[in-house]
């Protein structure tokens, strides 16, 4: 079956460290994979969005990363900060679709 | 530029009536809306696909004549939720595409409006 996981435990990191976030999916295949940061009683906001002839992409303080063999995307933040503590959601264009995974929430502590 | 407004952001309903939630594009014209629910601590689960001047199409278990939608603009869709039961209540989300874009978001990203919290007694 078709699944989009998604670290299910919170990440608690220190402020000024990298947050890494990581996206598996199974019996997809994405041509292109984003991610979005969600937070409480709100829509998700569009991040990033990577390509699959693309390895890696950046934006500011973002990075994702993106292997087609391994299925797996990894979402980075670096010098984090405690405005960053959110859930960030993976999703992969699926036909017409985005399909969600679960999200991971992330929490950045001063 | 792209930016998605829903209305109400919250509601609260008696069992048996029926909720309307409007979802705009204020900068853009979308061809394509969509309508998602989430449940607390779960992910975004698609209910339809609207496009415009055509009928909305339903993702498998998903009653459409218990959500109505209606996309009769390129700037405008709604979902009525019709006799509404406390397992109705959710976060209703909409989101559209710009089917303009390209470069960094290219142009089958959703751009998400900020949800609708549904709360039925």
Redesign the interface.
């Known amino acids: 079956s078709q699944k989009i996981e998604q670290n299910s435990e919170a990440l608690n990191i220190q402020e000024g460290k990298t947050a890494t976030l990581t996206c598996n999916y199974t019996n997809y295949s994405p041509a292109?994979l984003?991610w979005?940061r969600q937070d409480p009683?709100?829509?998700?906001?569009?991040l990033?969005?990577i390509r699959e002839n693309e390895k890696e992409k950046r934006?500011e303080r973002l990075k994702v990363t993106f292997d087609t063999t391994l299925k797996q995307s990894l979402f980075h933040i670096t010098a984090s900060q405690p405005a960053d503590s959110a859930t960030y959601?993976c999703a992969l264009?699926y036909g017409?679709?985005?399909?969600?995974?679960?999200?991971t929430i992330l929490r950045v502590k001063s | 530029g792209a930016v998605v407004s829903q209305h109400p952001s919250w509601v609260i309903c008696k069992s048996g009536t029926s909720v309307k939630i409007e979802c705009r594009s204020l900068d853009f014209q979308a061809t394509t809306m969509f309508w998602y629910r989430q449940f607390p601590k779960q992910s975004l689960m698609l209910m339809a696909t609207s496009n415009e001047g055509s009928k909305a199409t339903y993702e498998q278990g998903v009653e459409k004549d218990k959500f109505l939608i209606n996309h009769a603009s390129l700037t405008l869709s709604t979902l009525t939720v019709t006799s509404a039961h406390p397992e109705d209540s959710s976060f209703y989300i909409c989101s559209a595409r710009d089917p303009t874009l390209s470069g960094l978001a290219g142009a089958d990203t959703q751009y998400f409006g900020p949800g609708t919290r549904l709360t039925v007694l």
């Open positions: 292109y984003q979005y009683g709100r829509g998700p906001v569009f990033l969005l934006k959601l264009v017409n679709k985005l399909v969600f995974g679960a999200g």
